[in-house]
T-cell receptor, first 111, second 113 residues
Framework: QKEVEQNSGPLSVPEGAIASLNCTYS??????FFWYRQYSGKSPELIMF????GDKEDGRFTAQLNKASQYVSLLIRDSQPSDSATYLC???????????FGEGTQLTVNP | DGGITQSPKYLFRKEGQNVTLSCEQN?????MYWYRQDPGQGLRLIYY???????QKGDIAEGYSVSREKKESFPLTVTSAQKNPTAFYLC????????????FGPGTRLTVL
């Protein structure tokens, strides 16, 4: 089992729709959870982080964490073509010393 | 300007040569990291360092070496022992508190000719 798994892509949504990106993790002691966005040929940039169970909203982005189910998700409301990118889920495990990344989900928002 | 710089942006290497990728940060971060990314793949950890003069192997350390002589610098050497070095290399840093965010440099794209 991979330490961090993301829903397989690519994911395609129409402009204005909600895009839902999902991630599960295997280390039950994981502490911190991050979503990064990576445009083609560029380095990852942080979108959201979440530490506690529940929802965290920032503009059009909402991160959701359920530690009991070992599940974290990212919702993008009113998706725009500029949101087209690969989204990486990353988790700090119980050891606390390093991030482990999923393989990413490629999102395309169609005008 | 605060941030993480990597150089060069593009690097070409002949087989059998060692090359060193530079990573510098002026964020006063304690921890620094090197990742490798292959096309369509996630990030794989090569080496990381939590304090000066100390570093640990990541998941794919074979064929790579690092040093951490200064807090702001964490160079990565890709040796000839690395059989498939063509990839996008990313350096990152963060404060050494478990929940702190990790930030990335712009990356170096290495191609072996």
């Amino acid at each position: 089992q991979k330490e961090v798994e993301q829903n397989s892509g690519p994911l395609s949504v129409p402009e204005g729709a909600i895009a839902s990106l999902n991630c599960t993790y295997s280390d039950r002691g994981s502490q911190s959870f991050f979503w990064y966005r990576q445009y083609s040929g560029k380095s990852p940039e942080l979108i959201m982080f979440i530490y506690s169970n529940g929802d965290k909203e920032d503009g059009r982005f909402t991160a959701q964490l359920n530690k009991a189910s070992q599940y974290v998700s990212l919702l993008i409301r009113d998706s725009q073509p500029s949101d087209s990118a690969t989204y990486l889920c990353a988790v700090i495990g119980a050891s606390g010393s390093r991030l482990t990344f999923g393989e990413g989900t490629q999102l395309t928002v169609n005008p | 300007d605060g941030g993480i710089t990597q150089s060069p942006k593009y690097l070409f290497r002949k087989e059998g040569q060692n090359v060193t990728l530079s990573c510098e940060q002026n964020l006063n971060h304690d921890a620094m990291y090197w990742y490798r990314q292959d096309p369509g793949q996630g990030l794989r950890l090569i080496y990381y360092s939590q304090i000066v003069n100390d570093f640990q192997k990541g998941d794919i350390a074979e064929g790579y070496s690092v040093s951490r002589e200064k807090k702001e610098s964490f160079p990565l050497t890709v040796t000839s022992a690395q059989k498939n070095p063509t990839a996008f290399y990313l350096c990152a840093s963060k404060q050494e508190f478990n929940t702190d965010t990790q930030y990335f440099g712009p990356g170096t794209r290495l191609t072996v000719l």
